[in-house]
């Protein structure tokens, strides 16, 4: 009769994928700051930014992700408010390098919030880094152009995942 078993082979031995995959579909939201880049950074100081994102686990290692959010930029002073916000609609993907590091890829668009500026093509590249289970920090740039303007930053996202 066996009491007590102990797998000596596989003890402590990582396991492949990401921690997220243990449920099919997460829910998260999070908050980002960043460095204004491309047309507007002469005119804005500060890039903050709150957003909702589901993933979705297709395979091990790959999750399809669907995000929404408000994003605005702080004008400088002297500036006065220019009022530059965005509320993006992306999709896209966020492939787990190890149980830590991911890379994640959205696109889609951002609806402009100024009167009359209408909807601009964004694409987000990032990689991220999992602290534990719930949280999570990544570095993206992101970019959104129309009209021949890209209104873009680099910035650092905390993300809390339920």
């Known amino acids: 009769m066996t ?3 102990v797998d000596f082979v596989n003890a402590g031995t990582p396991q492949k994928g990401n921690a997220q995959q ?6 998260g939201c999070g908050l980002t700051a960043g460095l204004p880049e491309g047309d507007y950074s002469e005119l804005t100081s500060l890039a903050l930014a709150f957003d909702v994102q589901g993933e979705y686990a297709l395979i091990p290692n790959l999750r399809i992700t669907l995000s929404t959010g408000y ?13 530059i916000g965005q509320i993006p609609l992306l999709v896209g993907g966020k492939y787990c390098f190890s149980n830590k ?5 959205q696109t889609g668009v951002s609806i402009l919030t100024e009167e009359g500026a209408g909807t ?4 987000v590249p990032g990689i991220g880094y999992k602290i534990n289970k719930t949280l999570d920090l990544m570095l993206k740039y992101q970019s959104a152009s129309v009209d021949e303007t890209n209104i873009s930053f680099l910035g650092i996202r905390a993300g809390f995942t339920f």
């Open 3 to 5: 009491i007590l078993q």
């Open 22 to 27: 243990e449920k099919p579909f997460t829910i």
């Open 71 to 83: 994003l605005n930029f702080i004008s400088k002073s002297g500036y006065g408010d220019l009022g």
């Open 101 to 105: 590091v991911y890379g994640s890829l």
């Open 120 to 123: 601009a093509f964004a694409i």
